[in-house]
């Protein structure tokens, strides 16, 4: 797992506070509920943080952030350089 993976799944886990959750890479988070879609805006600005690119919402799924691993390749897939 790369840093910006760790720093995005440390990242959900104080976001989602749920004790005795355990998340990483590839643990399904949209689709098992553990975070929702108002959250998704949040990871959406953290992911950007983390990449440096700009990822248009227009062109990003609810399962193109379903995990870490995903949303790492949807950045890689629509973001474009920060100016």
Do not use: C, W
């Not at 886990?13 to 975070?35: A, C, F, H, Q």
């Amino acid at each position: 797992m790369t840093p910006e993976a760790q720093q995005m799944v440390q990242y959900i886990v104080e976001m989602i506070r749920k004790p005795g959750v355990t998340v990483e890479e590839n643990t399904p988070l949209v689709s098992s509920g553990l975070i929702d879609s108002m959250a998704l805006v949040d990871l959406l600005t953290k992911l950007e943080d983390l990449t440096h690119l700009r990822i248009p919402a227009g062109k990003v799924q609810p399962k193109d952030m379903d995990t870490v691993a995903k949303m790492f390749a949807t950045a890689q897939r629509v973001g474009k350089p920060r100016k």
